[in-house]
């Protein structure tokens, strides 16, 4: 299958955004041969900044390959963001709703033309007190058993040390210049699970080995070691909710 035309919009995006990107910030950029030359293939990258998709962006530029993002649909509804994100060909996702199955549709019907489809596959920046990936979300999954295509898997750090996910307080930290760090892997091996029904069971275990395969080429990046359990947003959240609850009731009981 052929690969997609850079266009017009993506040169100008390109143009807007790069030499900012080049000014700002200093660049250590690992595994371009790694992403596939022809033919339709998903990047699956870690989220830890809201600066982030800017550096994976200008990675994946510069390998001729553009990709195109599952974003929220909130951004959409952004003045002039929301208009480039239409003509770059981004995909919105409508998160919490019966829509959000069009999303997925969008990315198998964009990955089967031969594009280049990026998921983050936590579907949100990172709530790992140490900003490791935590669990994923199953929506790369689904693409990824529904094409067959290759899974790359993507791993970046640096974004995160200018705008830190979450941060109330002095947000952006431009200097002293920090170095955009991004590596691609190998294809993810999926071959166990192709022809499988995508069970709940499939799913999570398929978001484990993709999650896992980020995890790796992060821990690489940093040369740390990654904690031994993935970090559960909504497990934490439902601890936290039970937490408050028994408090509450205990206070009541006190009266």
């Known amino acids: 299958m052929p690969r997609r035309r850079i266009g017009f919009w993506y040169r100008l995006a390109a143009v807007l955004v790069k030499p900012p990107m080049l000014v700002f910030f200093k660049r250590d950029w690992r595994g371009m041969e790694n992403i596939p030359a022809e033919g339709g293939f998903i990047t699956v990258v870690n989220h830890n900044s809201y600066l982030d998709p800017l550096s994976y962006a200008h990675f994946q530029y510069n390998t001729g390959r553009v990709p195109r993002l599952l974003a929220k649909a909130g951004l959409f509804k952004v003045p002039f963001v929301g208009m480039m994100l239409r003509a770059t060909g981004q995909i919105p996702v409508y998160r919490e709703t019966t829509d959000a199955a069009n999303a997925f549709r969008a990315a198998v019907d964009a990955v089967n033309a031969g594009e280049c489809v990026a998921i983050y596959p936590e579907g949100t920046l990172t709530r790992d007190p140490d900003q490791w990936p935590m669990t994923g979300k199953t ?13 790359i898997p993507v791993a970046q750090w640096g974004a995160n040390e200018a705008m830190p996910p979450y941060a109330t307080e002095k947000r952006l930290r431009l200097l002293p210049r920090k170095t955009l760090k991004v590596v691609a892997g190998p ?38 070691t990654a904690p031994a359990e993935r970090f559960d947003a909504r497990a934490e959240w439902l601890r936290l909710r039970a937490a408050s609850t028994g408090k509450h009731e205990k206070g009541r009981e006190r009266r």
């Open 139 to 151: 929506g790369a999954a689904r693409v990824a058993l529904m094409t067959k295509a290759p899974v």
């Open 187 to 224: 294809p993810v091996d999926l071959s166990a699970y192709h022809g499988l029904d995508p069970t709940p069971e499939t799913l999570r275990a398929v978001t484990e080995t993709i999650m896992e395969a980020i995890t790796v080429l992060l821990a690489d990046l940093r040369g740390e």
